[in-house]
């Protein structure tokens, strides 16, 4: 992991939310109804490597472009899944979440459905979902392409872009995108708003009045 990254990632998506509104642009919030499998304390970040699928139905086989594209994924990359269409069917579950992990992914992201989660809750990447499902992706839903930019819900917009090597960052708030165009001068932002952000929270604890926070700092 990057020094850039591991600040972003130290500071965490609140204050990335917060920067990206001092720049005055919509922070790329995904779903907030997306769950951690593994529960509080979440934390990963690293660059998008985008998989992306469609619902179609046929009747034998298996999907080897999903496996071609786990397969694909390299070190430390976050697994972007935009399964939005997947209609209450998984998009992985235990022996290709196995795959990931040992190709050491940074964390997944599902804008889909999962399932094995009682497996999934013992595997050390971090994955963060949109649903369960019992039921199995073969015949209903299939990988259509990779590491192109891909649409996935959002929590502010209906939906945000994620584009491959855009960085995504989640922790116990949620998960937000940072665009890689965008990075150097969100990292920096991020290094000065979560610097302030600790000198107030000092002050506060040491009994100044938030209104005097406020005016101190610009912000809270």
Do not use: N
């Amino acid at each position: 992991m990057t020094e850039a990254l591991a600040g972003l990632l130290a500071a965490g998506t609140a204050v990335i939310a917060d920067v990206f509104d001092s720049l005055g642009e919509i922070p790329k919030i995904l779903d907030t109804s997306l769950f951690s499998v593994k529960g509080p304390g979440t934390r990963f970040v690293g660059p998008a490597f985008t998989i992306s699928g469609r619902s179609e139905t046929w009747s034998a086989g298996g999907d080897p472009a999903k496996l071609k594209a786990i397969d694909s994924i390299p070190a430390g990359a976050v697994a972007v899944w935009a399964g939005r269409d997947s209609r209450g069917v998984c998009c992985f579950g235990d022996l290709l979440a196995l795959a990931m992990q040992e190709r050491q992914c940074a964390g997944v992201v599902v804008d889909g459905g999962i399932r094995d989660v009682a497996f999934l809750r013992t595997c050390s990447m971090p994955i963060v979902a949109r649903y369960c499902t019992p039921a199995q992706a073969i015949g209903r839903w299939r990988v259509v392409a990779r590491e192109i930019p891909v649409q996935l819900r959002g929590g502010l917009e209906e939906f945000v872009t994620v584009r491959p090597g855009d960085i995504v960052v989640a922790d116990d708030d949620g998960v937000i995108i940072v665009p890689k165009v965008r990075l150097d001068v969100v990292v920096d932002k991020v290094a000065h708003w979560a610097a302030v952000e600790s000198r107030s929270r000092d002050d506060i604890r040491g009994g100044m009045s938030l209104l005097a926070a406020y005016r101190k700092y610009g912000h809270l």
